[in-house]
């Protein structure tokens, strides 16, 4: 399960009874590179403490056994997208979860699965499976944006949780990330008087 913030909180029950809770937007790379810290503890686990009281009251004191940071995956368009590397067909990926990846990992394995198969079926005709269809900025624009953006938002979400009203500026640069797909759009007004 999953909310509908930007930073989504996720979560989910483990086979032996326990639950596993993540927030989106953790450590951004420049460059795209795999860093040590994607495989070290969060820096927010504190904050996925609290954020485990108010969501499951009656887990509030208890203890969080595990944290992970793992990499920030976000596509240009907010939906994943699936094919194979060109000039290595032997090579298949899946990318650009934003946010959503372990609600969307069943999707992405039933895609990738059936392209390993070489089957032709609603998973490989998926209009996912095109590759990427937007780019971001080269770095270090991407990287400075981001880091603009995902800060906005921690911002702004903060003061949603308060019940505050978030900062203007805030407001602006949160809404560069958009929703990754994962509300309808508003459809503009036909004519305006």
């Excluded at 930007?6 to 795209?32: C, E, Q």
């Excluded at 590179?33 to 686990?45: L, T």
């Excluded at 059936?114 to 770095?139: C, I, M, Y």
Aim: with cysteine; hydrophobic share 35%; glycine share 12%.
């Amino acid at each position: 399960m999953c909310d509908l913030r930007t930073f989504v909180h996720y979560w989910r029950s483990t086979p032996d009874g326990r639950l596993m809770l993540g927030k989106g937007g953790n450590h951004i790379a420049f460059g795209n590179r795999m860093q040590a810290c994607f495989d070290q503890p969060s820096r927010h686990a504190a904050a996925l403490q609290l954020t485990m009281g108010r969501l499951f009251p009656s887990l509030a004191t208890a203890p969080v056994v595990q944290s992970w940071t793992g990499a920030s995956d976000r596509s240009a368009t907010g939906f994943p997208f699936f094919g194979r590397l060109p000039g290595h067909q032997r090579v298949l990926y899946g990318l650009g979860y934003s946010g959503n990846g372990v609600v969307q990992s069943h999707l992405g394995g039933r895609i990738l699965s059936s392209l390993l198969l070489g089957e032709r079926n609603a998973w490989t005709d998926s209009g996912l499976v095109r590759g990427p269809l937007a780019h971001f900025p080269p770095e270090p624009l991407r990287w400075c944006g981001a880091m603009l953006v995902r800060n906005a938002i921690r911002r702004v979400e903060q003061a949603e949780d308060r019940q505050h009203k978030p900062r203007w500026l805030d407001t602006r640069l949160a809404a560069c990330a958009g929703m990754a797909g994962k509300t309808d759009h508003p459809q503009p007004s036909a004519s305006r008087r």
